[in-house]
């Protein structure tokens, strides 16, 4: 039987659904709010900020239960959630990351973001041009098109905007996987081959720089997924790989264009101090290009965890590692550790 083939799946949603139910903002109380502010009090009274918390740190008696029910949802159910009403304008920026980290030690373990081993990676516009191939999107202002992740789960929280522009958009990868699957299934097919994507100078020495993986992938009754166009695009830098066939670009092309269309695409604008989570395996997500203001202090800024879960009995051979040496990075947030402690 073909793969190319509908699932059923919670995380099968269209975006018109989400605009007439909000059920997928959680809205903080003040009680949850006071709660936040005294694990914060009571890791600082440690001597702990930042990744130096761990989650006995960072005691959530009433709303840790809360988030592990949103964790739920991540992997189980829709796939995403939005928290809002932290206050994070009143707090130092150290201050609401280190909330955002305690907060994510109850969604799962963080897991390293870049070859530096970050695991509390800041999204901010640098001033670095995307065409240098070691540049990743998040640290430009430009548009940044649907894609995932490298981890289980990813989350955003949200310490300053941008003067203009700079909206978060999500779509429903299984929902685009099952349109394609109905409407194009020779293109969906193709999805289920691998792709050669860029490390953009992020592989361990050694090693090659690219790495395979495909976009969709059926494991125990799940549909997982891994796709960054950019990236595929990039690849094609290096001589030794194949050329992408008119078949390869009509599928990337068919899978791109479900992710812009409306009828699948949320938009949201997020606010100082909410918190958004993903589940990299059944969300595509992306941003709009943005204006920043003229005042560092002012310009936009997110806070980003990657991180793993255990609500996951297995995952397919391909994801085990993230699709590509996620172990090299851990080596690297590890030696940085160390020498922290030093």
């Not at 720089?209 to 950019?230: K, V």
């Not at 958004?276 to 202090?297: C, G, K, L, P, W």
């Amino acid at each position: 039987m073909s793969v190319a083939t509908p699932i059923k799946s919670k995380a099968d949603w269209r975006a018109s659904q989400w605009r007439k139910d909000d059920s997928w903002i959680y809205h903080l109380s003040e009680s949850q709010i006071a709660e936040l502010d005294a694990a914060l009090t009571h890791a600082k009274g440690k001597g702990l900020t930042g990744i130096a918390i761990k989650r006995d740190d960072f005691p959530l008696p009433s709303l840790g239960p809360v988030l592990d029910e949103l964790a739920e949802e991540l992997v189980n159910g829709r796939g995403f959630f939005l928290i809002r009403g932290f206050p994070a304008l009143d707090y130092s920026k150290e201050d609401a990351s280190s909330v955002f980290w305690g907060m994510g030690n109850y969604i799962g373990s963080p897991w390293p973001q870049n070859a530096r081993g970050d695991v509390l990676g800041d999204v901010r516009d640098t001033g670095r041009s995307i065409l240098d191939p070691t540049v990743r999107g998040y640290q430009t202002n430009i548009r940044l098109p649907f894609h995932t992740d490298g981890s289980d789960l990813v989350g955003l929280m949200c310490l300053r905007t941008s003067k203009t522009g700079g909206l978060s958009s999500i779509v429903s990868s299984v929902a685009c996987h099952n349109e394609l699957a109905r409407s194009r299934p020779e293109l969906c097919e193709r999805h289920y081959s691998p792709f050669a994507y860029d490390w953009r100078g992020e592989e361990k020495p050694g090693s090659t720089p690219y790495y395979e993986m495909p976009t969709f992938t059926r494991h125990d009754g799940r549909l997982f997924n891994r796709y960054i166009r950019g990236f595929i695009d990039s690849a094609q830098r290096f001589e030794e790989l194949p050329r992408l066939s008119a078949t390869d670009i009509k599928a990337l092309d068919a899978l791109d264009a479900l992710t812009v269309d409306p009828d699948f695409r949320l938009d949201m604008e997020l606010q100082p101090g909410d918190v958004q989570f993903v589940n990299n395996y059944v969300i595509f997500h992306s941003r709009t290009a943005y204006e920043d203001y003229e005042e560092e202090d002012r310009k936009r800024h997110l806070k980003r965890l990657w991180l793993s879960t255990d609500k996951y009995e297995s995952r397919p051979d391909s994801f085990t590692n993230r699709g590509y040496d996620q172990s090299w990075w851990s080596q690297q947030a590890e030696k940085r550790r160390s020498e922290d402690a030093a």
